[in-house]
């Protein structure tokens, strides 16, 4: 069973910045595939960020191309987001996951483990 625990978020004003922290259990963590999603308040849960075993290949959500950065270190087993000029739209608890196949997946089917989420909230 791999366990992933979410850190890092808060309340900020807009135009803030936050990283969020992302810690998995697990021998294997340096060949998952690692992603963001985050859930809005009541809307679903849509894809924000992922990045590959490697860290070679990365993808974004236009929403947040050029404001969030997600990035991983295999050795402390920890993945990244760096989210810069946050509005009041990227409210949301955000939610990272692991794929044990290692593609860097937009599809929130592809991923296997789920941590329990951390709350952003932005204000105006």
């Known amino acids: 069973q791999v366990q992933l625990v979410e850190s890092g978020g808060g309340l900020v004003q807009a135009g803030d910045s936050l990283r969020l922290s992302c810690a998995a259990s697990g021998r294997t963590f340096s060949r998952f595939g690692m992603g963001w999603f985050r859930q809005p308040p009541g809307k679903e849960r849509e894809f924000v960020a992922a990045i590959s075993w490697s860290g070679r290949t990365t993808s974004y959500a236009d929403s947040v191309k050029g404001r969030f950065t997600i990035s991983r270190d295999n050795a402390k087993n920890t993945v990244y987001l760096q989210m810069n000029s946050l509005q009041p739209e990227d409210t949301a608890v955000y939610y990272c996951?692991?794929?044990?196949?290692?593609?860097?997946?937009?599809?929130?089917?592809?991923?296997?483990?789920w941590g329990q989420g951390a709350q952003v909230t932005v204000s105006s």
């Open positions: 996951a692991a794929d044990d196949s290692g593609p860097a997946s937009t599809r929130r089917s592809e991923y296997d483990y």
